[in-house]
Every structure is written in structure tokens, then in C-alpha cells.
Antibody
Framework: EVKLLESGGGLVQPGGSMRLSCAASGFTFTDFYMNWIRQPAGKAPEWLGFIRNKANGYTTEYNPSVKGRFTISRDNTQNMLYLQMNTLRAEDTATYYC??????????????WGPGTMVTVSS | DIQMTQSPASLSASLGETVTIQCQASEDIYSGLAWYQQKPGKSPQLLIYGASSLQDGVPSRFSGSGSGTQYSLKISSMQTEDEGVYFCQQGLKYPFTFGSGTKLEIK
């Protein structure tokens, strides 16, 4: 059974940093692109970026809205995905999800999501 | 970025009724579209990908269609468990983008 479980959320002051983690199990972690997606309360999800699989060299792509502030990494020995967030702003307040990608001939989609971890940026 | 516009923003349907939700992309996305269902306090669940392919385990009353910039999700016979918010997502170009959502309730 595929499982994803995020951790590390909480309250952080504006300008601060936070690292989120996602523990993956139930599938061959290195075979899949992995994503971070966030969703402010009552709003649509926003894709933040992904890190590719082993076959594609574990390279990354980011949404321009967070590029330069957020960094996605993975520890393939521990089946862990990470999101390092720096210079946090109030508008970064959201539930943060890790999600697995399915890659098809007609695009990339998210077939499994964790339950999410909430991040609140406030003084 | 590709903008995704969903309609309606909300609707209510009776049990057994057919429901249709629309999604329009700001440019041709060549069937690179997915639909998700989200229930309160839960993460989104993939229903349809590639515009019309049903994800494993999703009931056959859900179907997707469309091409170019116009896509739709149809629920052929509304059930109580279908209440929730539905999002479309384009998976063709970075950054992947979502529609603003359609809240579906039982009438």
C-alpha cells in the first residue's frame, strides 16, 4: 500500500525558515518523481515543484512563485522527501502536501497524496 | 502560466442526477488534464487523467471528456459520497496549475 506522511509543519515567524519532511512507503521510491503541493484554506492547490526519479538524475523543477526560496531534495536511502523553505511570508501559510507523480504520454499528474502538514507564518 | 477556469463555482444535485463540471484552459493543453475530488479535511484524490482515463478504483459513474482548451467531468448518477470539491489540473507544462474548484452538494 502506497503511503506518504508529511511532518515538520507548525508556526513560524515571517522571514524564518522551516523544513518539511515526507516519509514514503509501499512503492519503489527511486522510480517516481515526487512533488510538493500546497493549499491555502479554502483555495485551490498550488504546485510548488518536483524532483525527478533516478532515471532522470533526481533533477528539480520549481514553480516560479517559490523558485529561489524553496528547495526540494530527497534521501533515497531513507525513502524521504524534503522541502526547505526560506524567507517565509504570510502568504506561504497553507497545508503542504507531498504527492507522487504519474507520468503519462499526455502529462504529469498526482496519484497519491499525503494527509498534509499545516504551516502558519505569523508573528 | 496556463490559467484554468472552472465552472460553476458551486452546484447542488439530487441523488441519481447527472452532473457536469467544466474546465477551460487558457491555451491548448492537448488532453493534458486531470480531475481530483477533495472531501473536507482530506487530501485531493485523482479521478481522471489524460482528460478521459479513469484512475484505478474510481467508480465508473465518473467520466471525463474534452480536447483543446475545453474539458468536462461528468458524474452519471449522483451519490451522497460524491459531495466534495472538484479541481481540474493541467499536466502539460510547468508550472502545473489547478482550477479554482467546484463545490458539489446534495440537494
Amino acid at each position: 500500500e502506497v503511503k506518504l506522511l508529511e511532518s515538520g509543519g507548525g508556526l513560524v515567524q515571517p522571514g524564518g525558515s522551516m523544513r518539511l519532511s515526507c516519509a514514503a512507503s509501499g512503492f519503489t521510491f527511486t522510480d517516481f518523481y515526487m512533488n510538493w503541493i500546497r493549499q491555502p484554506a479554502g483555495k485551490a492547490p498550488e504546485w510548488l515543484g518536483f524532483i525527478r526519479n533516478k532515471a532522470n538524475g533526481y533533477t528539480t523543477e520549481y514553480n516560479p512563485s517559490v523558485k529561489g526560496r524553496f528547495t526540494i531534495s530527497r534521501d533515497n536511502t531513507q525513502n524521504m522527501l524534503y522541502l526547505q523553505m526560506n524567507t517565509l511570508r504570510a502568504e506561504d501559510t497553507a497545508t503542504y502536501y507531498c504527492a507522487r507523480t504519474i507520468t503519462t504520454v499526455v502529462g504529469w499528474y498526482f496519484d497519491f497524496w499525503g494527509p498534509g502538514t499545516m504551516v502558519t507564518v505569523s508573528s | 502560466d496556463i490559467q484554468m477556469t472552472q465552472s460553476p463555482a458551486s452546484l447542488s444535485a439530487s441523488l441519481g442526477e447527472t452532473v457536469t463540471i467544466q474546465c477551460q484552459a487558457s491555451e491548448d493543453i492537448y488532453s493534458g488534464l486531470a480531475w481530483y475530488q477533495q472531501k473536507p479535511g482530506k487530501s485531493p484524490q485523482l479521478l481522471i487523467y489524460g482528460a478521459s482515463s479513469l484512475q484505478d478504483g474510481v467508480p465508473s459513474r465518473f467520466s471525463g471528456s474534452g480536447s483543446g482548451t475545453q474539458y468536462s467531468l461528468k458524474i452519471s448518477s449522483m451519490q451522497t459520497e460524491d459531495e466534495g470539491v472538484y479541481f481540474c489540473q493541467q499536466g502539460l507544462k510547468y508550472p502545473f496549475t489547478f482550477g479554482s474548484g467546484t463545490k458539489l452538494e446534495i440537494k
